[in-house]
């Protein structure tokens, strides 16, 4: 997955529409 659709996701959120939403990457773990 990539930063653009990090923010496709992030647009459907109600509240940013108003707000802000922070986007931040994840790195997974394989523990």
Do not use: T, W
């Amino acid at each position: 997955r990539d930063l653009n659709e990090a923010i496709q996701v992030a647009a459907k959120i109600p509240p940013a529409r108003e707000g802000s939403i922070e986007v931040r990457p994840v790195r997974e773990l394989n523990l």
